[in-house]
Each structure stands twice: as C-alpha cells, then as structure tokens.
DNA sequence: GCAAAAGTGTTAGGAGTACACCCATGC
DNA sequence: GCATGGGTGTACTCCTAACACTTTTGC
C-alpha cells in the first residue's frame, strides 16, 4: 500500500454508539442535534471521527463524553457500516456500537461544541436521521435483543440488584412482548447469570420482592 | 469533522479475510506470502486496504482476487480490529470477514504482484502472521463454529448436495470433535434447512447413501 | 460371508410453554 | 377485607444425548 496514493487519501473511520435506557418502562435511544454539516440540524446517533492515536472504544468513548457529557459508557460491537457513499463528504466506514446507561444515574448535556440539543427518542419514534443512522438503529436493536438472554448488557440498569418483576419489565420492554412471569423466573435462573441476595424490596406491588444481582465474572 | 486536521490523516481501512476450506477432513486457512514492507516476507491473511470508490466488500473481493486469483468467494462479516498500533505504517482499522471456497473448484495464484507465495495451512498449524492476524484467525473460527448450524455457510463445499456423512464430517472438522450419527441427522433435518433428493451416492462406505442439498432461500 | 459404512428407534433428562392458585401488604 | 402484585408447581411438548442393531454392497 502506498501510503500517498488518492485511492487510499480522505478515508476516515466513524465510531458510532446506539445508547438505550428504559425510562418509565420505555426504551429509548440517545439522539443529539448537529450544529454542523453535513446534515446540520439534523438528528443523529451520538459518534463521529476516530482520531489517529486512540483505540476503537476510546475514540468512541471520548465521541460519547464530547457530544452528551457522558462519561465511561460501557459498549459493545454491534455491525459495521461501508457503504462508499454512506458521508457525503468524504469516504467514512461506520463501525456502530451498543451501549446501555442507567437513565438515575446520567444527565446528558444539551448543548456542546458540536451538538446543539441531545434527547431520549422511544424507540417507536425516532425521526429521518443524518447519514444511515437509522438503518444502524434497526441493526443495534437487533443485535440488542438478541444479547439480552446471554450476555449481562443489563447490568448497568441495576447496579444495586434487581427484582425478577423489574428485570422482566425491562425484557418485555426490549423484547417488546409480554412474557409469563413464572416462565420468565426459571429461564433466567436456569442461565445462572444471576444469584439472590439477602434483601427484598418492593417495586410496583404492595409485596416486598426479593433482590437479585449479576454474578460477578469471578463467581 | 475538519478534513484536513491532522487527527484525522492518513487512516485507512483494512478489509481482510479468513477464507476457510476442508482439504481431505482438514480445515485448512489460506495464507500469503508477502512480497512488500510492511512484515515483507512474512505469511498473512488474505486482504488489504480498502479503496475510496468501492464498498467495503467490493474492496475485500478486489483483494482476495489480485492477492490470490478467486473471484466471487461468499463472505459474511466477522468482527473489528482496531488498535490504534496495530498497523506500523499509518492507522488501520481492519474490517475482517470468513469467507468458504471448495478446494476443488479453485485454483489459487502462487506469485502476484504482492505476494510470492499462497498456501493452506492447517488451522493447528498455522505460522506467526502479519499485524494482529493471528487474533483475526482466533476471531473467525469462533465466529465460523457458532455459525455453520445457523446459516447456510456449508452450502460451498456442496454445490451438487452432499449425503449426510459427508456433511457431518465437515462439521466435526470444523467443530473439532466427534458427533454421533444418529443425532446429528436429527439435528440437521430439525433445522429444516436441507431436503431430500431423488440421488443416492457412495461416500466412504459401500453403501451408497442418499443424497441431501441446501433448500434455495425461497424453499 | 464378512468387513465397512449407512440407516434407523427408544429412552431419559432438560428446557420451553401454557396455565391457576396462594401469599404478603397497603389501603 | 380487598385489591394489587409477588411467588410457586404441574403437565405437555420438544430438543438433546446416550446407546445397539439391521441393511447394503464391494471384496
């Protein structure tokens, strides 16, 4: 590869992050405004340009906490995206992430260098966004669903612990489909991702429920 | 994003494959020899940078084609490489896929403008690879094991159907263990992926042994 | 007729699904 | 005491895993 050749010049690398919360039993996606072109004005999911010297999830890290104040979301991989005329631009292959955040815990900033507004969008409602970001959303949810079951992506919902009518709640609401609730218990006890602990607290009902946490890996 | 900020410069993309065959119930990889700096010399995947005009598996099969003459070989994303050192030249973020050829239908090109050499290696016995190569192996054969039930990865290795021990030999090599016959026939007809022909054929033994293909996506 | 592989069936355990009743508590 | 949600068990089906005998055919 020659380094100065136009074949491989203006190419640039977006790390692009489909952030979830459920707030009040809905799931939501994090969108900001941009204040720039292309599509200023525009929403979009919260990403940009990866910079020369730092990781994939650095940069996105370091996109997330720029554009929402966020800081030390985890994520994961979720596709790419390389269409060559995906930016207008220049060429950027899109490499798109999941991450998930307590909606408690975080205040996201509305206005930044780059972003004029940032918002909780359901996911039933999510406008024409810039780029292809909305065929990344439809990707991460997916990949969203199906990683609920068998990786602890939950985890940050419930740093305290969690009762099964919550978790199942926040099943439901990603899954998008009521389950049974004595079906739900012994499915999620049978992958032994979770252990009770000594506590009980009440949630919706009158009755305390027990708590629960995530095992550590360790465990 | 300011095209011209030096963050941003000299990026580019690696798309890179890990292109899987089974040679006499061996699964084998194919490696090349490469014939410039950077790790002049050394044995690496097939793959290289990607082109501004092309996408991203249009690029992978420009270089599958220079780097060892197949053309059309069918590949399926497999996971994001993207340390920010992990290229000595410029930052790369590498794009890697798994792709499957039947060794008998391919002839692949010892000597290309970039490589002097290109060989299948035994999946136990392969070399110390180019950049992070080794990982992007490691990657696809979980990737390629979690996905031959699922998908119809296989169907290359059988374009004229194939009889259920010759299926099953393909999926012990690849899974590197032993499976019994009989719930392995079970498992495969439950996946409703495959039918019946009217064929029968011998394989190994001197029975001759029905004849199987992959339902067409419309079946 | 025998060696070598192809083909088949049964049983037991585990997971998924559907479904109904008692328990604890706040009001 | 009653409404609300929390907690539990059972029966059926389906998938998985373990396991042994018969069939075909080339030699």
Redesign the interface.
């Known amino acids: 590869?020659e380094?100065h050749n136009?074949?491989?010049?203006?190419?640039?690398?977006h790390v692009i992050a489909s952030i979830f919360t459920i707030e009040k039993g809905v799931l939501k996606i994090l969108l900001i405004k941009r204040k720039n072109e292309p599509f200023k004005n525009c929403w979009a999911l919260v990403g940009?340009?990866?910079?020369?010297?730092?990781?994939?999830?650095d940069g996105l890290n370091r996109e997330i906490y720029e554009k929402t104040g966020l800081k030390n979301v985890e994520v994961r991989?979720s596709?790419?995206f390389?269409?060559?005329d995906r930016s207008p631009?220049?060429?950027m292959?899109a490499?798109s992430y999941i991450g998930m955040v307590n909606i408690n815990e975080v205040k996201i900033l509305k206005d930044t260098l780059k972003t004029s507004n940032a918002a909780w969008f359901s996911i039933d409602d999510v406008p024409f966004l810039a780029y292809d970001h909305n065929d990344i959303i439809k990707d991460a949810m997916k990949k969203l669903k199906e990683s609920i079951l068998t990786t602890d992506i939950l985890k940050v919902f419930f740093p305290d612990g969690f009762t099964l009518p919550e978790l199942q709640k926040v099943y439901e609401c990603i899954l998008d489909e009521k389950l049974d609730r004595r079906n739900f218990r012994k499915k999620i006890l049978n992958t032994n991702q979770i252990v009770l602990t000594e506590e009980k607290q009440a949630f919706e009902g009158k009755k305390k429920a027990k708590i629960y946490r995530f095992k550590e890996e360790s465990e």
Do not use: F, H, T
């Open positions: 590869m380094i136009m074949k491989y010049k203006n190419q640039g690398i940009g340009a990866l910079y020369n010297d730092e990781d994939l999830e991989l596709s790419v390389g269409k060559k631009v220049m060429r292959v490499i």
